[in-house]
């Protein structure tokens, strides 16, 4: 086993391991913080399938990332109010239950991934950063005004959703939940790395030319990364709104991008467990430092600038060093 | 021309005609026709700035002409892009290797062995281990002596290996011509000569338009060589043709054949 499959199995371990530990001292509030960086991670291996395999520098991830939000919302709140959602052509009801609420989150947020991703893909460089950043500020002052849905004040749901078999009511139960998924995702992102996509999308980030007179088209490879990516980062965002019984349009803001983003650098662009990594330190230091001082993110700042000028590769890369090619 | 060889009536594999690009009041294509008939190698050589890179780009589909028309196998491609080329047999080299760096030399070839297969690209399975790609990359690899530096990564190679792997690459493509662009560049003379070899056998394959600087290798390789300068092809004949032709020593072999 290389060291960084045995770095990554001990950070998913310890992850594991502490919301465990807490429980036994019984402090569910550290099961929380386990359950959100879990949640914010599962965003991050999102948005690493677009930035680090496939070099598309997304700043606009919170928008899959909110609709995952509103569509647990909007079908939790109409559940809770006995409304149907609409009843033409078919009868469709708000729903409490989590595998379906997952569904439509990832339904919505790969279909706004594949619009925004086959407009913002014909640009790239600043000009994609830009554009996904104006897509997602778009949706952030849609969700403002749609008062419909709590406008800007969000909606609250009363009672978490449930899932089959479990009570996730029960903190440890719901981190279960959210551990589960993403391990899943990690195992498929990794499986996606190595496959013949995988090399085709990491090749096209490296030299777009060559894959183009290979026969291969650049622009379909990042469009189905964009989209798979925007689709687990909607699935975190579900699962974030659930974790608050709350969504609001904090959730669709540029800043939730930047946060995203700096999991991944964080932890090292493009490592596996880089969101992992990233989610976990930068609840920790929110926690920690947050406690001394609410202007915390200097310290952040720092960090990160120490990261970008010193470990390209993030905490993982100054750990571990260059990633050797996958075998 | 060579018509010894060329006695029954083939079809070229590559014809150009009557291309154009200027850009402004440049004309970096100016009227400029030729073939590439199977089993041949058609050198292409000018001065720098003569236009062979606006000229390479356009047959390859990255650039579109002003006026003229591109025909790949008999089918007019001139409004298709680089992909469909590629698809069609066009395997191309480039001058400026432009591989995939952060890979190993193993998976670069795969890369373009996945892109000839013409399957899916599937999303779970490891594409490294995938029996027949794996195959035809190794044999690629092999061809040009660089199996042995498989695992290497391609940064770590150098000049003359990168070079070596740009071939190995168009190789894997089983194209139906190459388009090669200045592939001895860089390379010291035995490497020059090996290569040299490689493309004298290579040709029976596939036809080979050959770009490049080194005329030692020119006149050993082709079986007709075009001239162009400022955009337009001025002669195209065989080696000693183009030797003894006036204009071209004028223009471009003059300095060189003083002595």
Redesign the interface.
């Known amino acids: 086993m290389g060291r960084e499959r045995l770095f990554n199995l001990a950070v998913i371990l310890a992850l594991l391991a502490v919301p465990l530990l807490a429980l036994a001292l019984d402090e569910p509030f550290v099961i929380t913080l386990a359950t959100k960086v879990a949640i914010l991670a599962l965003a991050g291996v999102g948005l690493n399938i677009a930035l680090g395999l496939g070099g598309l520098v997304s700043l606009g991830h919170a928008a899959f990332f909110g609709i995952g939000g509103y569509a647990m919302g909007i079908l939790a709140a109409h559940a809770q109010n006995y409304e149907p959602l609409f009843s033409w052509p078919f009868l469709f009801e708000g729903s409490n239950q989590m595998p379906l609420i997952w569904l439509v989150a990832v339904l919505a947020s790969a279909a706004a991934a594949l619009v925004i991703g086959a407009l913002s893909l014909r640009t790239s460089g600043v000009y994609f950063i830009m554009i996904t950043l104006a897509f997602g500020q778009m949706l952030y002052y849609f969700a403002i005004s749609w008062s419909a849905y709590g406008g800007e004040d969000g909606l609250s749901i009363w009672v978490r959703n449930e899932m089959p078999g479990l009570n996730t009511l029960i903190p440890i139960q719901f981190f279960g939940v959210c551990f589960a998924l993403l391990c899943g995702a990690l195992l498929f992102s990794a499986?996606?790395a190595?496959?013949?996509?995988?090399?085709?999308l990491?090749?096209a980030r490296?030299?777009e030319?060559?894959?183009?007179?290979?026969?291969?088209?650049p622009f379909k490879l990042r469009l189905v990364a964009f989209v798979i990516s925007g689709a687990i980062t909607g699935l975190a965002g579900a699962l974030f709104a659930d974790l608050n019984r709350f969504v609001s349009p904090t959730m669709l803001s540029w800043h939730t991008s930047g946060e995203i983003m700096i999991f991944v650098i964080l932890g090292g662009v493009g490592r596996l467990y880089g969101p992992v990594v990233g989610a976990a330190v930068y609840i920790l230091l929110e926690h920690l430092l947050g406690g001394i001082s609410e202007y915390w993110q200097i310290f952040l700042g720092l960090l990160l600038l120490g990261m970008v000028l010193f470990a390209r590769g993030g905490l993982i890369g100054a750990l571990l060093g260059r990633e050797v090619?996958?075998? | 021309m060579t018509d010894t060889s060329l006695s029954p009536p083939m079809q070229p594999v590559l014809r150009v005609e009557h291309l154009s690009k200027s850009f402004g009041a440049l004309k970096a294509s100016n009227d400029v026709s030729l073939d590439l008939y199977p089993g041949e190698i058609h050198a292409l050589i000018g001065p720098n700035g003569a236009g062979k890179s606006t000229l390479i780009k356009q047959i390859s589909g990255g650039l579109q002409p002003d006026m003229g028309r591109i025909e790949l196998l008999g089918h007019d491609v001139t409004a298709l892009d680089t992909v469909a080329r590629a698809r069609m047999g066009l395997g191309r080299t480039f001058q400026i290797s432009s591989l995939a760096m952060e890979f190993s030399v193993l998976q670069n070839a795969v890369l373009g062995a996945l892109g000839a297969c013409g399957k899916s690209l599937g999303f779970f399975r490891n594409v490294m281990k995938d029996k027949a790609l794996l195959e035809v990359a190794e044999e690629a690899l092999s061809r040009v002596g660089l199996l042995q530096a498989a695992q290497q990564r391609t940064a770590d190679l150098s000049h003359g290996q990168r070079r070596q792997l740009e071939v190995a690459v168009a190789l894997t493509l089983k194209p139906r011509l190459f388009l090669m662009d200045e592939p001895m560049a860089g390379l010291g003379a035995s490497g020059s000569k090996e290569l040299t070899g490689f493309l004298d056998q290579l040709r029976y394959e596939a036809p080979i338009l050959l770009v490049e600087h080194d005329m030692d290798a020119v006149f050993a390789l082709a079986d007709r060589i075009s001239v162009l300068v400022y955009g337009a092809v001025i002669a195209t004949g065989t080696a000693d043709e183009i030797r003894n032709h006036p204009e071209v020593r004028r223009a471009y072999l003059g300095e060189e054949d003083e002595t």
């Open positions: 499986r996606l190595g496959s013949g996509f995988g090399l085709a990491s090749a490296q030299t030319e060559r894959v183009e007179t290979v026969g291969l088209q090619a996958h075998d």
